[in-house]
Every structure is written in C-alpha cells, then in structure tokens.
C-alpha cells in the first residue's frame, strides 16, 4: 500500500479516523461521540450521498427507477 492519505470525511483522512477510534474506545464520552458523528459520519453522508442527490435534484435529473439501481452499483463497485 502506498502512503497516499485519503480523505474518507472532508478533510479527514482514514489515519484522523484510527485516532478518533481509538480515543472513543480509551474514553467513550459524549464530546467524543459527538465529534465521531459530525466529523465522520454526518459529512460522509452529506458529502458522498445526500449532496450529490441534491444536485441531480436540482437539475431534474433524479427521475427513473434506475437511479437508485445505477447508484446502488456504483457504490458497491
């Protein structure tokens, strides 16, 4: 594997994410948790689904029952 970092949540990468992990499973509090869900969770939803559903939105472009089938693939892919 190279040393590329890769941005898994905006700006955060999967190296930012062992830190995080490790520190909720040494001390699992509620500002922690909070930062888990913010940080990570809520901007990778935002940023690589509900965002760019919202742009096919806008654009008239979510129609079709093969939408959720061609993202559907391409995420498993």
């Not at 472009?61 to 093969?66: L, M, R």
Request: glycine fraction near 6%; hydrophobic fraction near 30%.
């Amino acid at each position: 594997m190279n040393n590329e970092k890769y941005c898994i949540a905006g700006s955060k990468t999967s190296e930012d994410w062992c830190l995080l992990r490790q520190r909720l499973i040494e001390n699992s509090c509620e500002e922690t948790w909070k930062e888990a869900l913010n940080d990570y969770f809520l901007k990778r939803l935002n940023l690589r689904y509900l965002n760019p559903i919202k742009v096919l939105q806008k654009h008239g472009t979510f129609s079709g029952e093969g939408f959720f089938y061609s993202c559907n693939t391409l995420y498993i892919n």
